[in-house]
């Protein structure tokens, strides 16, 4: 969603309906109408459900997400503030890793996540050798991109 349908996130899920025991969990962990990926994340684990079921529920809320987890957007209080580092230094297993998953130059949030755990690194190095070989991260576990 672009800057402009902020505070229309519900649109996106015509004839989804809030479940109010993850209305109930996502509200007591958002601050001024957003909430941080990590906290929507472990709604989901909570009540076992998947991370995109919760995030339809954080839209349906109209919640922000911020702080995204590989550091894509919403950091020191701006939406689209980064945290990835186009300098990075890339391993050459994180680069042979990046080539195995990277499919017509994208990659997943959760191919992210994976590697990050093969490689034992954080997921913001995994975003940031992305973001310095051009390869566009695509599908959140969320729906926020």
Not at 23 to 32: D, I, Q, S, V, Y
Not at 50 to 68: F, M, W
Request: net charge positive; proline share 3%; with cysteine.
């Amino acid at each position: 969603m672009t800057h402009e349908d902020a505070g229309h996130y519900a649109k996106k899920h015509q004839g989804k309906k809030i479940d109010k025991t993850v209305e109930e969990k996502l509200k007591k962990n958002a601050r001024h109408g957003n909430i941080p990926c990590p906290m929507v994340h472990a709604v989901a684990e909570e009540l076992s459900i998947t991370p995109e079921s919760a995030g339809i529920q954080a839209d349906l809320l109209e919640l922000r997400l911020n702080c995204c987890q590989l550091g894509l957007f919403g950091w020191e209080g701006k939406p689209s503030h980064k945290l990835v580092d186009k300098n990075v230094q890339v391993s050459n297993a994180l680069d042979a890793e990046l080539d195995r998953e990277v499919k017509d130059n994208r990659i997943t949030c959760l191919g992210c996540w994976d590697i990050a755990k093969k490689l034992k690194i954080k997921k913001v190095d995994v975003a940031s050798a992305c973001e310095k070989k051009g390869i566009k991260i695509k599908q959140c576990q969320l729906g926020a991109f």
